[in-house]
Each structure stands twice: as structure tokens, then as C-alpha cells.
């Protein structure tokens, strides 16, 4: 009898999907490892035999959990101005020890139920009086500690960004929950020390540029005058050497370039002596003149001085600068340059994350590599005894051969999926593929046992026997799934990825792999194809 598409789409539809995934598991370039802001060190990390990549369990790494720093005081009317939420903001920061405006952020919804939060070190007493010396009336019930959900969506968002252009494959940011109605923020960062995680969620990344002059020829001082923050940067390219020095050439958006351009005349950078005279931090040079610097300032401190150079200042003056919009973002080093760039792309964290108040712990590279061979041989463990097990049971090859390979199907199209999604598998993915093994092989056990308690006559008589044995089936698969569910959008940790990988299997395997068994066997006992 010729072979019936029609009949056996389902095999057809299984040896597709086989060959895309070991296409995404072993083809270089098949699948997006590190993505593509990955850099050659840390993207080199994730390639071996496979496509696969490892998460923080499986390749070492960092791991952060700690909350963020803030107060929200809920249930305040606030004005629906602009302009009048900007000085109430001012005034409260300004009311509270070592706040900036930055530091204050101001919520206003169409419903009600406005917010206004301090990402800093304050007490409830020091921002309940600094509200009400703005004229917002709250009471110390109504502020809590932490930050709203938005201001959490926004941090995870950002410090996402900073990992990825970091080139950390495998990172992942989230958020949990504790029954308390506690948020932790947690930073996962395979193949990264605990120095270079702890520079990265630490720093909040708040990027300017002052002008450090005399002002108006008064020699005898110096001040300090915002010139550009983030906003004002259209375009970051990667960072690079020009003339033996590292930084980041920008592009500014057009009315922050004339801005900057009036700014650097009225402060006299673009004549004498304000061209290339800088050695910041001292007052005056050497002949007594005043500093012009330019100083690139990431979160408070200075990471590098310099004066205006005589081509910039030329182009200033010219207005060439206005047209082309670009200039050269000096740094110290090439690392500080990434840095600076990853910030200024990524953006500053909304809040602080607050170390001290929760925990920070590395997993080495050596005791990681020894959980990949564990967990492939416990795999293959499990492979093996559910093989010797059906093969006791039944007796047949016929039978037992296509059970094992169509379970273990099942695990290589999962792991061809991680592959093409760029899943970082830890432990917990593992556990999930090897309780995929199991309740694959429960269902195909109950698949065999009502198809072969009895001879079967003809393919309609196999078909009946088959929808039997696949509504039991389908009740099991649809409780597995409702059980598995809450795991996988509560905050429980690893419990995600054991649900995620166990409901993915369970799906594949009623959607596909079962019925595909069940084409398989019906040829192998009747003849029918």
C-alpha cells in the first residue's frame, strides 16, 4: 500500500521539526547565541559542540538578589501640570539630606491614586515632613517602603539592556515577589565575576557633561555647569580609539548641538584661554589663568577631564558643529568607554539596588562544568531504565523501540526550541526534560496497553482503541498543564523553568508526539500506511 500523507501528516510534521532542531543544536550560526551586541570574549564562552546556552547553574557566574532603594507614598493628589510637578519634585528633593531631583519621581494617573517615590536613604518621617512642606498631605500609613511596579518594570528593563550590551550570554533580569508583599530584583550573570556584576547594578549610570570655568572672567573661581545629559545623545556609536584615545563618539539630537554650541561660547571654551586649558581639579594654571574643562561625569564622579580642543572649538565658531551634531566622548579607558556607552545607551537605573540588605554569591566556571556531564548522564540514566522497563513490559522491539525514540523526540525538538529562543538552561530546565521523558513514556504506555489487549483487526478498529486511550490522555495532559501554570508567573525561582520545560513537553507531546506514535504503531500492526 502507498504511503497516505493524509494518514501519517503527523509523522511527516515530527521529522520536519527533528531536523530543524538539530539543525538550531549543532549548525554554527543556526540559532542567536549571545545575541548580537555580544562581545568576542564573553560570546566565545557559549559556543561548544552545541547551540545551546547555559545558564548561571551549568557555566558559573554571578548572582544578585537585593531590593531597591525607595519610599512610595500613595494615595496624594497631585496637580496635573507639567511644570507644577517638576517644583514639587524640586521642593521635596530639596527638603530631604543628599536628594537630587533626579531622585524624586512623581506619578500621576486619570483614576486617582497618584504616587510620588524617593529612590534614596530617607526615613518615613524625613519624606512624610518633606511632602508636607510641598503641600501634599499624607500619612505615614500611606508610605511604604519600595517602589512602585512601573519604577520595578523600568529597572529590570534597563539593567536587561546593560547586561546584553555587556555581551553576558545567558543573563537574565527578574523581578520576586515574597509572600510579604517584599520585591527583590534579581540579576543573573553566567561567566561575570562578582566585581563586574557589582559595578553593574550599583552604579546607576547617570551620564552629563559639565563645563568646568570661571565664570564671567572672574578668575578667582571656578563652577560647574550642566552642558549635555543622556537625552541630549541621538546616536552612540561603539566605542573607540582616535588619535591613542579611548571614548565613545556621539551624535546629538539638532537643538541640543546649538544649545551645547552657545553654551561652549558664553562660557568662553571656543577662544583664549579657553582652548586645550585644562588640569581640573586645580582653580588656575600654572600663569595664574582659569581652568575651561569639560568633564565627563558618571553618577557624581568625574571619569575624565579635558579642555576644548582648536579643531572643536573651530567648528563651534564656524557653525560646522551645528550641522555635523558629533563629537568625541573622551574616557580614561577602553573599559570605562564601554561602560559609558552601555549607559548611555541603556540608561540610568530609575533606583538604586540596595547590597546590604541582600545577597550577592558566585558560582566558579570548574564547579559548573561539572554539572553538564552529571546532567547529561542522568538523562541518559533515565533513557536507559525507562527503555529496559517498557522492553520487560512488552517484549516486542516493534513496540518498545518507536516508545523510546518518540519520548526522547520529544526532549531533542525542547532542546532544539532553547536553542532558537536562546534559553539559558540551569538546572531546573533539566529536571523538567527528564519529567518530560517520564510522563512521555506514561502516555505512550497507556497508548500500547489499549491497542494491544487485544488482536486488532483493521485500522478502524485500531483508530477506536487509539481515541480511547488519547482522551485519557488529554484529561492527564490538560491537569498537568493547569497544575504547572501558577509556577510558571509566580515569583518561585527555579520552579519557572521546571514548569516551563514540563508544560512545553506536555503540549509537544499531545499536539504531536502521541498521535505520531500512534501512526507509527497502527503501521507496524496492521499494515495500514
Not at 36 to 42: E, K, R
Not at 384 to 405: Q, T
Amino acid at each position: 500500500m502507498a504511503f497516505s500523507f493524509r494518514e501519517n501528516w503527523r509523522v511527516v510534521v515530527l521529522a520536519v521539526l527533528l531536523l530543524a532542531s538539530l539543525v538550531g543544536l549543532f549548525v554554527p550560526g543556526a540559532a542567536p547565541i549571545g545575541g548580537s551586541s555580544a562581545t568576542a570574549v564573553n560570546a566565545s564562552q557559549t559556543h561548544g559542540p552545541t547551540n545551546l546556552k547555559y545558564g548561571l547553574q551549568l557555566s558559573g557566574g554571578t548572582k544578585v538578589r537585593a531590593p531597591i532603594v525607595g519610599l512610595t507614598a500613595t494615595n496624594v493628589k497631585l496637580p496635573t501640570d507639567q511644570q507644577a510637578q517638576r517644583q514639587l519634585a524640586t521642593t521635596i528633593a530639596g527638603d530631604l539630606p543628599n536628594v537630587g531631583i533626579a531622585d524624586v519621581r512623581l506619578r500621576a494617573y486619570s483614576n486617582g491614586g497618584d504616587t510620588v517615590e524617593v529612590f534614596a536613604n530617607v526615613t518615613r518621617a524625613q519624606f512624610v515632613s518633606a511632602l508636607d512642606d510641598a503641600g501634599l498631605q499624607v500619612s505615614p500609613g500611606d508610605v511604604r517602603d519600595g517602589v512602585t511596579a512601573a519604577t520595578r518594570t523600568e529597572i529590570v528593563g534597563t539593567l536587561t539592556q546593560k547586561v546584553n550590551s555587556l555581551g553576558f550570554s545567558g543573563s537574565k533580569v527578574t523581578v520576586q515577589s515574597t509572600p510579604q508583599g517584599k520585591h527583590y530584583v534579581v540579576v543573573e550573570v553566567p561567566n561575570a565575576n562578582i566585581s563586574e556584576v557589582r559595578d553593574l547594578v550599583t552604579g546607576r549610570g547617570q551620564i552629563t557633561v559639565l563645563a568646568y570655568h570661571p565664570p564671567n572672567g572672574n578668575y578667582s573661581r571656578q563652577v560647574n555647569d550642566t552642558v549635555l545629559t543622556r537625552s541630549d545623545f541621538r546616536v552612540v556609536s561603539e566605542p573607540q580609539f582616535q588619535r591613542g584615545s579611548p571614548g565613545v563618539p556621539v551624535t546629538l539630537y539638532s537643538d541640543a548641538a546649538k544649545r551645547f554650541a552657545g553654551d561652549m561660547q558664553k562660557y568662553g571654551f571656543t577662544h583664549e584661554p579657553g582652548i586645550n586649558n585644562c588640569a581640573y581639579p586645580n582653580a588656575t594654571d600654572a600663569n595664574g589663568k582659569g581652568e575651561y574643562c569639560l568633564l565627563n561625569v558618571r553618577d557624581g564622579k568625574v571619569v575624565y577631564s579635558a579642555g576644548m580642543s582648536q579643531g572643536l572649538a573651530t567648528e563651534i565658531n564656524n557653525g560646522a558643529f551645528e550641522k555635523r551634531q558629533t563629537f568625541f566622548l573622551q574616557t580614561t579607558s577602553m573599559a570605562q568607554a564601554r561602560q559609558v556607552a552601555v549607559d548611555l545607551r541603556a540608561g540610568a537605573l530609575a533606583a538604586p539596588l540596595d547590597l546590604q540588605h541582600g545577597t550577592i554569591y558566585n558560582i566558579s566556571a570548574s564547579s559548573a562544568e561539572r554539572f553538564k556531564p552529571l546532567s547529561f548522564v542522568t538523562g541518559l540514566i533515565a533513557a536507559v531504565v525507562v527503555s529496559l522497563v517498557v522492553y520487560v513490559r512488552y517484549g516486542e522491539l516493534r513496540i518498545a523501540l518507536p516508545m523510546l525514540l518518540t519520548a526522547l523526540s520529544e526532549v531533542v525538538i525542547l532542546l532544539g526550541f532553547s536553542a532558537f529562543v536562546g534559553l539559558a538552561l540551569n538546572l531546573s530546565y533539566i529536571a523538567g526534560f527528564v519529567a518530560v521523558i517520564g510522563t512521555g513514556v506514561d502516555d505512550l504506555v497507556i497508548i500500547a496497553d489499549e491497542v494491544t489487549t487485544e488482536s486488532v483487526s483493521s485500522a478502524r478498529v485500531f483508530q477506536s482503541r487509539f481515541r480511547k486511550a488519547f482522551w485519557i490522555i488529554g484529561g492527564a495532559a490538560a491537569t498537568t498543564i493547569i497544575a504547572m501554570t501558577p509556577l510558571t508567573v509566580l515569583s518561585l525561582g527555579d520552579l519557572r523553568g521546571f514548569a516551563l520545560i514540563t508544560i512545553l513537553g506536555v503540549l509537544v507531546g499531545v499536539l504531536l508526539t502521541r498521535p505520531a506514535y500512534g501512526d507509527v504503531l497502527r503501521y507496524l500492526m496492521t499494515g495500514d500506511r
